[in-house]
């Protein structure tokens, strides 16, 4: 057994006590391409330092072999030493046979800091050395992707299916029908998605199928992509108001209430499904659920006037009409939307607080004066307020321009001209 392999042994067996000795011993006795393997297997079992002193001993004994230089440098960079490890790549002589690889680490190199044109540039001349490559062309696409140049990346993407569905752990399905949807070509997307429904195997290429299919209007599709992802990891949360809102689509208001109240169960942060479940549950007529959700979401978000809102119509349904003007106490005037205003309008009136409900009705106008229901329920209200004949002729003049066959309001105003 050579000192390279009992060194390696040693460290499986988590035995470090003779590292150095052994490491020392293999640089004097071993052959270089045990060394080679020695500080290849080092790099891979994260004795970064042990693999950069073979490297270095190997350089010494053969100071043409640049590929001993690249792997140096690979790990130089890896390890943050920035400056040295691109050093040594760019003094990799492009007559070298190693030159490939030298542009192949600076490209990864720059990629991972962000600097995606330089690594392009690297990939771009690494592609004309090797023209045939597909990791370069994979690291071109992919680089592509993330630079926003999807029909460059589109077109490599479907060069390299040609010949595989996947290169590494990227499914390349799943990256062009990605890439068609974000080319806007959402019809596209499904296609390949139809085509390739057997190559649709890991979770996060199911759930961006089912987010495609969504988008084109088939959600028997969505929803059985997204089924398989909640099948597949329950707490996958994202999947969840897709899933609900597919559903939606097809008015079935029992599984968005369900895929609701389980989406909730994993992330009780989620505002949108306490609004979906609310609005599902107020369909099917269970109020008090729907009150249920409205109320814990506003605990997680009581900055939400979406869920505010949607809870203060549903008070007003039920003719809560005190619960509706408390659900607004702690709010300014300015912080309201106008149809905030409008409902307290309405609370107020049923409460017989007439002064309120007339500000209320005044702060909603701007916004609703050509809402004819609004102007409806202001006109009638007005109309029992004492010398508010000319605000009522007003108001009426407006809704019969909107509504002019309503011949009870036509008779209202009648009565006051």
């Given at each position: 057994?050579?000192?390279?392999?009992?060194?390696?042994?040693?460290?499986?067996?988590?035995d470090?006590?003779?590292?150095?000795?052994?490491?020392?011993?293999?640089?004097?006795?071993?052959?270089?391409?045990?060394?080679?393997?020695?500080?290849?297997?080092?790099?891979?079992y994260?004795?970064?330092?042990?693999?950069?002193?073979?490297y270095?001993?190997?350089?010494?004994?053969?100071?043409?072999?640049?590929?001993?230089?690249?792997?140096?440098?690979?790990?130089?960079?890896?390890?943050?030493?920035?400056?040295?490890?691109?050093?040594?790549?760019?003094n990799?002589?492009?007559?070298?046979?190693?030159?490939?690889?030298?542009?192949?680490?600076?490209?990864?190199?720059?990629?991972?800091?962000?600097?995606?044109?330089?690594?392009?540039?690297?990939?771009?001349?690494?592609?004309?050395?090797?023209?045939?490559?597909?990791?370069?062309?994979?690291?071109?696409?992919?680089l592509?992707?993330?630079s926003?140049?999807?029909?460059?990346?589109?077109?490599?993407?479907?060069?390299?299916?040609e010949?595989?569905?996947?290169?590494g752990?990227?499914?390349?399905?799943?990256?062009?029908?990605?890439?068609?949807?974000?080319?806007?070509?959402?019809?596209?997307?499904?296609?390949?998605?139809?085509?390739?429904?057997?190559s649709?195997?890991?979770i996060?290429?199911?759930?961006?199928?089912?987010?495609?299919?969504?988008?084109?209007?088939?959600?028997?599709?969505?929803?059985?992509?997204?089924?398989?992802?909640?099948?597949?990891?329950?707490?996958?949360?994202?999947?969840?108001?897709?899933?609900?809102?597919?559903?939606?689509?097809k008015?079935?208001?029992?599984?968005?209430?369900?895929?609701?109240?389980?989406?909730?169960?994993?992330n009780?942060?989620?505002?949108?499904?306490?609004?979906?479940?609310?609005?599902?549950?107020?369909?099917?007529?269970?109020?008090?659920t729907?009150?249920?959700?409205?109320?814990?979401?506003?605990?997680?978000?009581?900055?939400?006037?979406?869920?505010?809102?949607?809870?203060?119509?549903?008070?007003?349904?039920e003719?809560?009409y005190?619960?509706?003007?408390?659900l607004?106490?702690?709010?300014?005037?300015?912080?309201?939307?106008?149809?905030?205003?409008?409902?307290l309008a309405?609370?107020?009136?049923?409460?017989?607080?007439?002064?309120k409900?007339?500000?209320?009705?005044?702060?909603a106008?701007?916004?609703?004066?050509?809402?004819?229901?609004?102007?409806?329920?202001?006109?009638?209200?007005?109309?029992?307020?004492?010398?508010?004949?000319?605000?009522?002729?007003?108001?009426?003049?407006?809704?019969?321009?909107?509504?002019?066959?309503?011949?009870?309001?036509?008779?209202?105003?009648?009565?006051?001209i």
């Amino acid at each position: 057994m050579t000192y390279s392999e009992q060194l390696l042994d040693a460290i499986e067996k988590h035995d470090f006590s003779q590292g150095k000795i052994l490491l020392k011993q293999a640089l004097d006795n071993d052959d270089p391409e045990v060394l080679a393997s020695l500080a290849e297997n080092l790099s891979d079992y994260g004795f970064s330092d042990m693999a950069k002193e073979v490297y270095r001993a190997l350089i010494a004994k053969f100071p043409q072999e640049d590929l001993f230089k690249v792997y140096l440098a690979e790990i130089l960079l890896n390890d943050g030493n920035d400056d040295d490890g691109l050093s040594l790549l760019y003094n990799v002589s492009k007559t070298s046979s190693s030159y490939l690889d030298s542009l192949l680490v600076q490209a990864d190199y720059y990629q991972t800091n962000g600097l995606l044109e330089t690594a392009k540039d690297k990939l771009m001349e690494a592609l004309g050395i090797a023209p045939e490559e597909d990791a370069i062309k994979f690291g071109l696409a992919e680089l592509d992707y993330m630079s926003g140049q999807y029909e460059d990346a589109l077109a490599l993407y479907e060069d390299l299916i040609e010949r595989q569905k996947t290169f590494g752990e990227v499914n390349l399905i799943q990256r062009l029908f990605q890439t068609e949807a974000k080319l806007g070509r959402y019809e596209d997307a499904s296609e390949v998605i139809k085509k390739n429904s057997g190559s649709i195997i890991d979770i996060d290429s199911k759930y961006q199928a089912g987010l495609v299919m969504l988008a084109v209007g088939d959600d028997d599709q969505a929803i059985k992509y997204l089924d398989q992802v909640i099948d597949q990891s329950p707490d996958y949360v994202n999947a969840y108001p897709l899933l609900a809102q597919a559903y939606e689509h097809k008015n079935d208001n029992e599984q968005v209430l369900r895929s609701a109240q389980a989406g909730l169960a994993y992330n009780e942060l989620d505002e949108t499904l306490y609004s979906m479940g609310a609005r599902a549950a107020a369909n099917l007529n269970e109020l008090d659920t729907a009150e249920e959700l409205l109320k814990k979401g506003l605990e997680v978000a009581s900055d939400n006037s979406d869920l505010r809102l949607q809870l203060s119509n549903l008070y007003l349904h039920e003719r809560k009409y005190q619960d509706n003007i408390d659900l607004f106490a702690e709010l300014d005037d300015e912080n309201m939307e106008p149809q905030v205003h409008w409902n307290l309008a309405l609370s107020y009136q049923y409460l017989d607080k007439s002064e309120k409900a007339k500000s209320e009705f005044l702060l909603a106008y701007p916004e609703f004066q050509n809402n004819p229901d609004f102007l409806k329920q202001m006109a009638i209200f007005f109309n029992t307020q004492a010398n508010s004949q000319d605000v009522v002729k007003q108001i009426l003049d407006k809704y019969l321009k909107l509504e002019p066959e309503d011949q009870d309001m036509q008779d209202m105003y009648n009565q006051i001209i």
